[in-house]
């Protein structure tokens, strides 16, 4: 399993939210490139960004400093936020992002993100899917931000997309991001099941080396971890077998 070292960006900072929620958000000290610099050393090969602003209100002010960090070819980049025309994927690849994720627009207009797969490659489109179960334990699609609630399943969501070719997919269980609560195993399972030729990344909750061994005994492809190594809570040695430069 891959693991992929994740930096959500606010306002030209490094935060993290709790569940999704602006209203508590983290703010930490260091500056997105030593932060890059710290997970290249530990030999991250990718690196996954976050756009917040974009991905709220679609505000761009973070796009400059998205590029330059791309400009240094330390690491390949995953970004999102707030990507919702092919303009924006064209820029985003144009200055050297690896790979582009297509959030609450692979829920909203499916026909066109189809297209985009085609048009681009699957190799550099990913669509990530934010979820909270509801009373009945189904994992429902949230968009915006995750400030939209939407009435698809999360495997409905995924259906949409057969005949496509879809390679990349990312999942984020909300209730979890950000809480250090140990990654919800059993939707990933699911998702596995369900879609296997899917190359899933598993995001939130993830406190330990310990999440990341369980992810990898159920076959996960990849996982997406934030607060955990922002706050060096996995230690070099634990980290090792998941990041293919260590």
Known sequence: MLLIPSIDLR???????????FTAETRYELEPHELL????????????????????????????????????????LQVGGGVRDSA?????????????VIGSAAIEQPREVAGWLERYGVERVCLAFDVRHDAQGIPRVRTRGWQ????????????????????????????????????????????????PSIAWQAS????????LSALAERGLPAAISGKALLEERISREELRAFLPNA
């Open 11 to 21: 306002g030209g900072r490094c935060v993290r939210l709790l569940q999704g929620n």
């Open 148 to 195: 939209r609630d939407s009435a698809l399943s999360l495997w409905d969501a995924m259906s949409a997309y057969d005949g496509s070719g879809l390679r990349h997919v990312l999942c984020t269980d909300i209730e979890r991001d950000g809480a250090l609560a140990g990654p919800n195993l059993a939707l990933y399972e699911e998702a596995l099941a369900r879609f």
């Open 88 to 100: 924006a994927i064209e820029q985003l690849l144009a200055h050297g992002i690896a790979r582009v």
């Open 204 to 211: 939130g909750g993830i406190a330990g080396g310990a999440d």
């Open 37 to 76: 610099a710290r997970y290249r050393q530990l030999g991250a090969s990718w690196l996954h960004l976050v756009d917040l602003d974009a991905a709220r209100d679609g505000t761009l002010i973070n796009r400059s400093l998205i590029h330059r960090l791309a400009g240094q070819r330390a690491v390949q």
